[in-house]
């Protein structure tokens, strides 16, 4: 009869199990979470396309299924909810090179790759709220010349 040692299982528990967290660490560092194919069903459509090149001056933003708020974030910074065209529905845009209400100025963007993240919540809830199931965020890149 085969005896097993408990020196031996837990060398092999620990080969099994180093063996799992390499093939799991590899599928993470080979499509990692920031990295998006496909825009989540909650966005109809982003403006521009990603990948696509515009003018600095052309319209950028996000139309959302009825019922979510958003807010944006371009090259890291949050763009003021006043800066913002809100067209209602979940159709958040801005228009670089021109005057919003009250006289503030939009700059045009500068020339080269700018990344866009919409973070987007439930309408219901409040932003941030850790309850809110319907909450999410999509990024993508464009180019201005």
Known sequence: MLRRSPFRMAIV???????????????LLDN???????????????????GTTVQSTEEFGVDLQSGLNARL??????????AVRDEGNGRLFIKPGTTIDGGVPVP???AGVH????VYWDERREE???????????RWEFTST
């Open 128 to 138: 941030g709220d850790k309850a809110d199931l319907l909450r999410g965020q999509y």
């Open 115 to 118: 990344v866009v993240i919409v």
């Open 73 to 82: 974030v371009l090259d890291g910074v949050r763009i003021p909810q006043a």
């Open 32 to 50: 990692p979470p920031e990295r998006q194919d496909s825009v989540p069903v909650a966005i109809e459509s982003v403006l521009p396309g990603p």
């Open 13 to 27: 528990a620990t080969v099994l199990a180093t063996v799992l967290a390499i093939v799991l660490l590899g599928g």
């Open 108 to 110: 045009a963007l500068r």
